[in-house]
Antibody
Framework: QLQLQESGPGLVKPSETLSLTCTVS??????????WGWIRQPPGKGLEWIGS???????YYNPSLKSRVTISVDTSKNQVSLNLSSVTAADTAIYYC?????????????WGQGTMVTVSS | QTVVTQEPSLTVSPGGTVTLTCASS?????????PNWFQQKPGQAPRTLIY???NKHSWTPARFSGSLLGGKAALTLSGVQPEDEAEYYC?????????FGGGTKLTVL
């Protein structure tokens, strides 16, 4: 059974870079059938798609975050990583990774449990 | 900036029927936007219910259905159960970007 697990620092200082990892178990991240996405949710607020990546490294990002976001994949470790630079308090959120199936177009059918990141000095 | 709009809140009686909608600031929602619907309960990750407008997952209860209605994507719950009380989010595709709606808080009362 496929499982996703986010990990990373729970506290990041303003202006620094937030770095998270999503480890996929029970399946290969190198499958040509899937993208892998990052979504976040500020406390008490709605969901925001951050970006997605294909195993080949092809990415697509939320235009509003594109200048600060880098998503990468490490197929040897079965991991997807998220870097968000120049963070502010507005980046405080639960960060989720999720699977995104290409065909049929089934988006975010499996999610990690999420990891809370607080931006504060 | 593209905005996806949902009703902020709706209330329904147990056993009743309710329709949640999802509108796009760019115009009518079509199947090309691949409308998706997610359910989220407090303290949990979202769970997908509907993909590509009207397709259900194996775990989606039969009382949930998706459609296009009056230029919007719609999620209809028929025979609402108390456990359906949750936040519901739609998700639309804009040619390389996904945009979530603001969510609808559904109260079963």
């Amino acid at each position: 059974q496929l499982q996703l697990q986010e990990s990373g620092p729970g506290l990041v200082k303003p202006s620094e870079t937030l770095s998270l990892t999503c480890t996929v178990s029970g399946g290969s991240i190198s499958s040509s059938d899937y993208y892998w996405g990052w979504i976040r949710q500020p406390p008490g607020k709605g969901l925001e798609w951050i970006g997605s990546i294909y195993y080949s490294g092809s990415t697509y990002y939320n235009p509003s975050l594109k200048s600060r976001v880098t998503i990468s994949v490490d197929t040897s470790k079965n991991q997807v990583s998220l870097n968000l630079s120049s963070v502010t308090a507005a980046d405080t959120a639960i960060y989720y990774c999720a699977r995104d199936r290409k065909v049929p177009r089934i988006v975010f059918d499996i999610w990690g449990q999420g990891t809370m990141v607080t931006v504060s000095s | 900036q593209t905005v996806v709009t949902q009703e902020p809140s709706l209330t329904v009686s147990p056993g009743g029927t309710v329709t949640l909608t999802c509108a796009s600031s760019t115009g009518a929602v079509t199947s090309g936007y691949y409308p998706n619907w997610f359910q989220q309960k407090p303290g949990q990750a979202p769970r997908t219910l509907i993909y590509s407008t009207s397709n259900k997952h194996s775990w989606t209860p039969a009382r949930f259905s998706g459609s296009l209605l009056g230029g919007k994507a719609a999620l209809t719950l028929s025979g609402v159960q108390p456990e359906d009380e949750a936040e519901y989010y739609c998700l639309l595709y804009y040619g390389g970007a996904w945009v979530f709606g603001g969510g609808t808080k559904l109260t079963v009362l």
